[in-house]
Structure formats: structure tokens, C-alpha cells
């Protein structure tokens, strides 16, 4: 049980066009899902927070208007990443929190989407 | 401030002895402290977590975690490697009482070798 997958696993993409990334979870209802970036050999970075129905909270320094997230059901999220540019390119990695898992609740991740910008 | 200390960049161990990689916090209040791991190029698995109750945590993959207070450790600890435990490991803290988003706080990340 709560497995979230993610797709594409990896997409290459030329500077300036957009890309969508999806994170389900597949076997139970997400109310907050997070996104993370992580870059070669290093820690994760919190990207920003997304509760269903409502507008993402992006940690400090992240462009809300280029990392466009969206959290339409309690199962999807989506992050598409505007007009993108090879700075861009990193791992992104999402996790989604149960919903009524309470406090003590486990944050389940996806398997990642490795991100090339041309 | 609220922070999370692995002290080892990397880990390397016999197959077959047993392996500890470390991990301290600093929270204002009680922590919840998790484990996860990284495979190369993929999400990360949960492996266990602590939140009340024996300190002592069992999880995933023959895997355990003490929980020590007075030293704000959550170490993560296996009787015996094996090659296939090479991999990343976070450990993470939530503040419950800071924290109302259910974020957590990572730690820098230590690579285990286990070598034949």
C-alpha cells in the first residue's frame, strides 16, 4: 500500500517550452502533497506544499509563476515548469501525506522525474 | 533553530558486520524523526520512523533506529550488511510543535557502501 507514482520518469526538453510532471498517489487520497528538487549528491529541497483544493505554499525563493502546481484531486497533483531553461534541469520528486493519517502520518514519495533542459 | 545532522558523508562496511549511519537533530519541541532511503536515480522508501513509545524503532529490510533523547540521536543500525543496503540514507525530523504543514527536515544525506 501507498505507492505514488509519477510520470514522465524522465523527459529532455528544448530551453523555453514547458513541461508537466504528474504525482498520483495510486491506492489512497493525498491532502498534501509536496514537491521536492534534488540536485546530484545532495539533500532534497521543499519546493512547495499542496493541499488539495487550494493554492500551492512555495518555500522561499521558488518562482511560483515558473513551478506551477496544481492539486485538482486527492489524488493528483501536477507541477509544470514554465518556459524552461537548462538551470532547470534537476531531479524532481514528489510525496504525498494520507489524508485522516494524522500527526503521526508518513510522507509516501514518487520514484522521481529526472528533468534535462536542452 | 530547527536542523538535522548527518555527520558522515559516506559509510563503508564489510557485507556480513553490522552498520550504523548516524543521525542528531536540534527541535524546539517533541520530534518525530524518520528514516528513508534513496536507491541511484530513483524516490525515496520509507524505512521506519519514530513518534512515542520504545525508543527503540524496527522497519524495513532488517532495519532499526534508537531513539536517545538526552543525545538527540536517531541512528539507524542493521546486525549485518548486505551489498544490496548500498544505497543513500535521510534521516528527517517533523517539530510537531512548530510545524502545521507536516513538513519535514532533512538531513544532508549519507551514501552506505557495503563492500563484498
Known amino acids: 500500500g501507498a505507492v505514488v507514482s509519477q510520470h514522465p520518469s524522465w523527459v529532455i526538453c528544448k530551453s523555453g517550452t514547458s513541461v508537466k510532471i504528474e504525482c498520483r498517489s495510486l491506492d489512497f487520497q493525498a491532502t498534501t502533497m509536496f514537491w521536492y528538487r534534488q540536485f546530484p549528491k545532495q539533500s532534497l529541497m521543499l519546493m512547495a506544499t499542496s493541499n488539495e483544493g487550494s493554492k500551492a505554499t512555495y518555500e522561499q525563493g521558488v518562482e511560483k509563476d515558473k513551478f506551477l502546481i496544481n492539486h485538482a484531486s486527492l489524488t493528483l497533483s501536477t507541477l509544470t515548469v514554465t518556459s524552461a531553461h537548462p538551470e532547470d534541469s534537476s531531479f524532481y520528486i514528489c510525496?504525498?501525506?494520507?489524508?485522516?493519517?494524522?500527526?503521526?502520518?508518513?510522507?509516501?514519495f514518487g520514484p522521481g522525474t529526472r528533468l534535462t533542459v536542452l | 533553530a530547527q536542523s538535522v545532522a548527518q555527520p558522515e558523508d559516506q559509510v563503508n562496511v564489510a557485507e556480513g558486520n553490522p552498520l550504523t549511519v548516524k543521525c542528531t537533530y536540534s527541535?524546539?519541541?517533541?520530534?518525530?524523526l524518520f528514516w528513508y532511503v534513496q536507491y541511484p536515480n530513483r524516490g525515496l522508501q520509507f524505512l521506519l520512523k519514530?513518534?512515542?513509545?520504545d525508543n527503540l524503532v524496527k522497519g524495513s529490510y532488517g532495519f532499526e533506529a534508537e531513539f536517545n533523547k538526552s543525545q538527540t540521536s536517531f541512528h539507524l543500525k542493521k546486525p549485518s550488511a548486505l551489498v544490496s543496503d548500498s544505497a543513500l540514507y535521510f534521516c528527517?525530523?517533523?517539530?510537531?510543535?512548530?510545524?502545521?504543514?507536516?513538513?519535514?527536515?532533512w538531513g544532508a544525506g549519507t551514501k552506505l557502501i557495503i563492500k563484498p
Open positions: 528527517a525530523v517533523r517539530d510537531i510543535e512548530k510545524d502545521s504543514n507536516y513538513q519535514l527536515i
Open positions: 510525496s504525498a501525506r494520507m489524508v485522516a493519517g494524522g500527526p503521526t502520518d508518513t510522507q509516501y
Open positions: 527541535v524546539s519541541g517533541n520530534p518525530y
Open positions: 519514530y513518534i512515542t513509545g
